[in-house]
């Protein structure tokens, strides 16, 4: 079973949708969780960090449910320029950051 | 944009032959890595470094060897290139703590023929 699994899609939704992806992990004492936006052929880029409580970046809300061991990001009011593949990202102790595979998400006008 | 600096941007080699990927930084972060991305894997962690001469093997290490002798600069080498390796690099910095998000460098197109 890899560390982190994600839907790699494709979502492929119109424009003002809302979009919701889920992302599991397999290592209960996992620190620290993120989101990442990634367009063809560009380096990965942070979109938000993920902390307990939830948390809220304008359209974008991400939360974390440790006893389910999953994260979340939802995607409100979606643009043309949401189109990406998403990734999400868990500290699974000390360096290691592992990644999931990413989920595609095309925005359709 | 965090100032990281991949080179090459792209290299074509032949199977066999030595490669060397640069990583330089201008944050002066103590946290550095690199990754390789192939479809359906995502991204996995290739070597990290946690301070001058401190490094250690990530996930997918065999075949590859790092170094990193300045704070700013982390290289990657691939000993004798095989085509398995053909990948895009990426590096990655994080500050503070080991809990802190990745920046990435703009990727290394590597094709090994």
């Known amino acids: 079973r890899k560390e982190v699994e994600q839907d790699p899609g494709p979502f492929n939704v119109p424009e003002g949708a809302t979009v919701a992806f889920n992302c599991t992990y397999s290592n209960s004492a996992s620190q620290s969780f993120f989101w990442y936006r990634q367009d063809c052929r560009k380096e990965p880029k942070l979109l938000m960090s993920?902390?307990?409580s939830g948390n809220e970046d304008g359209r974008f809300t991400a939360q974390l449910n440790r006893a389910s061991q999953y994260i979340s990001l939802l995607i409100r009011d979606s643009k043309l320029s949401d189109s990406a593949t998403y990734l999400c990202?868990?500290?699974?102790?000390?360096?290691?950051?592992?990644f999931g595979a990413g989920t595609r998400l095309t925005v359709k006008p | 944009d965090a100032g990281i600096t991949q080179s090459p941007r792209h290299k074509v080699t032949e199977t066999g032959t030595p490669v060397t990927l640069r990583c330089h930084q201008t944050?002066?972060?103590?946290?550095m890595y690199w990754y390789r991305q192939d479809p359906g894997h995502g991204l996995r962690l290739i070597h990290y470094?946690?301070?001058?001469?401190?490094?250690d093997k990530g996930e997918v290490s065999d075949g590859y060897s790092v170094s990193r002798s300045k704070t700013e600069d982390f290289l990657l080498t691939l000993e004798s290139a095989t085509s398995s390796q053909t990948s895009v690099y990426f590096c990655?910095?994080?500050?503070?703590?080991?809990?802190?998000?990745?920046?990435f460098g703009n990727g290394t197109r590597l094709t090994v023929t």
């Open positions: 944050e002066n972060h103590r946290y």
């Open positions: 993920v902390y307990s």
């Open positions: 990202v868990v500290n699974i102790g000390s360096n290691d950051m592992r």
């Open positions: 990655a910095i994080s500050g503070a703590d080991y809990n802190s998000p990745l920046h």
């Open positions: 470094s946690y301070g001058v001469k401190d490094t």
